[in-house]
């Protein structure tokens, strides 16, 4: 009995010794050599197994590249600019001469217009299509060019156009008569089809090319709006005090008060013209009415007057 208490302290003693060489603590109990020897009512029941890990948060999904959808913007840019007289012309030749340079591929003159009403004032307008790459190079050094020729830039705008939804709208449409343009095809390839089933399917197929046609223009339209923006130029000379223009409201004022008066003039001759015919009648028949009323007031004077005895 003794030996047994003994026995079992020292076994104590060495697990505990076992424990304090081992701070990791993988097993309360030391070792698996020092657990070989300890007895089972020294172990402890199984730990439970430790629960699963939380599942990582996804990753958000990205967009698919070919859902998103391009945007078809058609963009229209206008400048109005003051300048003087003499250099208006010049400013507007380099402008069309940059976009000459530029190539039909990067800049195209849709129209140009210059009017010079010979007191000193010269305006025009110049109007442009080019790639979006141009106009930004253009615009970059714009007020430099303006500043340059003694001017200003009085106004300036932008606007934009969404044409997405009605290209895209029309490219469906297209696909869709082109299916009808291949069936149509196809039926005109049988052999057993009758005389007026082939005009009405050549009639048919006839008019789906047409519209096929047309619709392929107009998408080719838009396009050019969207890969082409507007550039509008807009010239105006600036009068300067000493100018004959500067003069112009006076001169103006001038002129109508002597046409009014020549006007008021020309409609009195005119009456006298159209009234002068009539006084051969009416200047007898005034006489001949004066004559009557004169002898008429006459012999009642007459009649009044008392008779001599």
């Known amino acids: 009995m003794t030996a047994r208490i003994w026995l079992g302290i020292a076994l104590v003693a060495f697990t505990l010794a076992a424990c304090d060489g081992n701070p990791q603590g ?49 963009y229209s840019y206008n400048y109005r600019f003051e300048t003087p007289a003499d250099a ?35 305006s025009g307008s110049v109007q442009l299509r080019a790639s979006p790459a141009w106009v930004a190079s253009f615009q970059d050094g714009l007020a430099a060019d303006i500043e340059e020729a003694g001017g200003r830039i009085q106004n300036q705008s932008q606007s934009a156009e969404d044409l997405t939804s009605e290209i ?14 291949t069936r149509l095809i196809t039926l005109l390839a049988r052999e057993n089809a009758s005389v007026e089933e082939m005009v009405q399917v050549e009639r048919e197929l006839s008019n789906v090319q047409g519209d096929i046609e047309g619709t392929e223009a107009r998408i080719r339209s838009m396009r050019g709006r969207v890969s082409m923006s507007s550039l509008g130029l807009n010239y105006a000379s600036r009068v300067e005090p000493v100018s004959a223009g500067a003069f112009d409201p006076l001169t103006s004022a001038l002129t109508n008060v002597f046409r009014e008066l020549a006007a008021g003039l020309a409609n009195v001759i005119t009456f006298i013209a159209g009234f002068a015919p009539w006084l051969l009648v009416i200047v007898p028949l005034f006489w001949l009415l004066s004559r009557w009323l004169r002898g008429l007031l006459r012999a009642r004077r007459e009649a009044k007057a008392p008779k001599a005895d």
């Open 26 to 74: 993988e097993n309360q109990y030391g070792s698996d050599a020092v657990a070989g020897f300890a007895s089972a009512r020294y172990q402890d029941e199984a730990a439970p197994p430790p629960p699963p890990p939380p599942p990582s948060p996804s990753a958000p999904s990205m967009p698919d590249p070919a859902a998103v959808v391009e945007r078809l913007i058609a």
């Open 168 to 181: 895209y709208d029309i490219e469906a449409r297209l696909e869709a008569k082109r299916v009808l343009r």
């Open 88 to 122: 208006t012309a010049d400013l507007m030749a380099r402008h069309q001469d940059a976009c000459s340079a530029a190539g039909p591929t990067q800049c195209q003159i849709v129209s140009a217009n210059t009017y010079d009403d010979g007191r000193g004032s010269v």
